[in-house]
């Protein structure tokens, strides 16, 4: 069972415990790499280039998060004693 968390809660945040979930990470990591760097080519404003980057970042933070929740330590254990 072990296998299956790649993260811990670590007060509001998830910590990767797993290397499953380091390269989750640094996936997402390395998916904004790119497109900050076309943003910020592309852009006409910092404002612009701002609300480009909150959209790409929540967007990727959501799933990161996602991913984080379900297999994280509480959810497992919340649900093997049901």
Partial sequence: MNNNIWFKKFGWAYVPTN???????????????????AIAR????VSDDMY???VYTTCSAFWWKW???????????????K
């Fill in 67 to 81: 991913i984080a929740e379900r297999t994280s330590c509480q959810l497992l254990m919340r649900n093997v004693f």
């Fill in 42 to 45: 592309n852009g006409h404003s």
């Fill in 52 to 54: 480009h980057m909150f």
């Fill in 19 to 37: 290397c499953i979930g380091i390269l989750v990470t640094v996936l997402a990591i390395i998916f904004l790499i790119p497109v900050y760097a």
